[in-house]
């Protein structure tokens, strides 16, 4: 059992490139995150997917999109990538009921140059 | 709306001693609060979890948390630290159902443990 998967773990970019980090999860959960960790900030949440065929903002969605693609997996879509978007990204997964847990990925070490 | 305030971005402690990381919520809903654990370089793994069933909630290691709806909080505490609960802990606040499903969570307490 993977639990949540990213992909990829670290990732270089220049300002302007675009890229897409992955997310799967195999545990069946309806509801879906994507977060940015900074240093002293916390978890910020990005965007979130309560369940397939929904997605909402978070509390930071500027200059992100996001794709509920299955039941399955949620990609986080960097369109031009600025140097303020080099963090650490985290994916999580929960089933869309009372007190259940969220499990995360590994995270996404994103350096934008 | 929904946010989480933790107070204090680092705390110190001698082994054996004490472990108090604070937490107040704010809640349009009835809220359902959560504590992480997170070591250094991996994601993020539950500690404990608020049910409405009781207030004084027990978790892993050791660890346990009071829900005082009157004093909005959901401290984290352990009776006697141990070197190797040094870790960054965030508290997190969701509601059920609807716009409160987001998951919020505070800044995060650096907890460093001195021999």
């Known amino acids: 059992n993977a639990g949540v998967t990213q992909t990829p773990k670290f990732q270089v970019l220049k300002t302007g490139q675009s890229m897409t980090l992955q997310c799967a999860q195999d545990m069946n959960h309806n509801s879906m995150y994507w977060y940015r960790q900074d240093p002293g900030m916390g978890l910020r949440l990005i965007y979130y997917?309560?369940?397939?065929?929904?997605?909402d903002k978070g509390e930071v969605p500027n200059g992100y999109n996001v794709s509920r693609l299955n039941k399955r997996e949620f990609s986080l879509r960097l369109e031009s990538a600025a140097p303020s978007q080099t963090s650490v990204y985290f994916c999580a997964s929960l089933f869309r009921a009372r007190n259940t847990e969220a499990f995360f990925g590994q995270g996404t070490r994103l350096t934008v140059v | 709306a929904q946010s989480v305030t933790q107070l204090g971005s680092h705390v110190s402690v001698s082994e054996g001693a004490l472990v108090l990381l604070r937490c107040n919520y704010s809640s349009s809903v009835p809220p359902y609060l959560f504590w992480y654990v997170q070591y250094p370089n991996q994601g993020l793994q539950l500690l404990l979890k608020?049910?409405?069933?009781?207030?004084l909630v027990k978790g892993i290691n050791g660890f346990e948390a009071e829900f005082k709806k009157s004093e909005t909080s959901f401290h984290l505490t352990k009776p006697s630290a141990h070197m190797s609960d040094a870790a960054e802990y965030f508290c997190a606040v969701s509601g059920y159902g609807g716009a409160t499903n987001k998951l919020i969570f505070g800044t995060g307490t650096l907890l460093a443990v001195q021999p």
């Open positions: 608020y049910t409405s069933a009781a207030t």
């Open positions: 997917s309560a369940s397939e065929g929904t997605t």
